[in-house]
């Protein structure tokens, strides 16, 4: 919101610097602001293919088995760019337990 305001504000006047002390904000992340609000973040096709295996898996799979289930597919996609692609998108399997059944029956 104060970035937008130093943007429009901008245009009419010329120092960038006074705008940004009398808003409280740094020159720096002003310009940082303006260069991340380019264009828009494009949906990979991959993870898309990606979060659709994930979810058909139970949300279980982990990245060595959804690159196997992706190069069934047919997309060749490297272990270590799931990984990324994972944590990029929040998916973060679900580690189940196997039961185990206790020796002692008296227990308890």
């Known amino acids: 919101m104060t970035y937008r305001c130093i943007a429009q504000l901008q245009e009419k006047a010329d120092n960038t610097a006074l705008l940004c002390r009398l808003l409280g904000v740094s020159r720096?992340?002003?310009y940082a602001a303006?260069?991340?609000?380019?264009?828009p973040a494009r949906v990979c096709p991959t993870s898309t293919h990606l979060r659709a295996a994930f979810t058909a898996s139970g949300r279980c799979y982990g990245?060595?088995?959804l690159r196997a289930v992706l190069h069934a597919q047919g997309l060749r996609v490297g272990r270590y760019r799931i990984r990324t692609l994972?944590?990029?998108n929040g998916l973060r399997p679900v580690w189940r337990r196997k039961f185990i059944h206790t020796t002692d029956s008296r227990h308890g």
């Open 28 to 30: 720096s992340g002003f």
């Open 34 to 39: 303006c260069s991340r609000r380019g264009e």
């Open 63 to 65: 990245s060595r088995r």
């Open 86 to 88: 994972m944590r990029i």
